[in-house]
């Protein structure tokens, strides 16, 4: 009995028995879905066009202003997806983690720098 191998499935039962995975792919609607480009939000136009206005000049990513306006745009799109979207619980911990950090980057301006504080707050219409 040690070296006799079984087929896991016997050889007259269906292909679909034998791969269970399969059916509930097809149950599912075909599978993987593949990506959806029309709606990408974060191109790089528009990424340099959001630090360009926040953030001084197109290439200055690093700047809280520019980063808060970029984390603000993303939290819009993702707020928006999750209303048609309610069983998305990945994308809903994605939006959490970018409120986290949105709300860190606030918090540094508020701490250190009060008037760039008022300033994106007032632009971007957070707080009301």
Known sequence: MVGL???LFPENEPAARKKPYIRALNRQGGGIKEADTTTM???KEA?????????????NTGSAEGQIAL????IEHLTEHLRNNRKDHRTEGALLDLVG???????????????RYRAIIAKLGLRK
């Open 5 to 7: 191998a079984l087929p």
């Open 101 to 115: 950090k949105r709300k860190q980057l606030l918090g540094y301006l508020k701490n250190h720098e009060i008037e």
């Open 71 to 74: 984390f603000t745009q993303r």
């Open 41 to 43: 939000i974060a191109t």
């Open 47 to 59: 990424k340099q066009e959001i630090f360009k206005t926040h953030g001084g000049s197109a290439t």
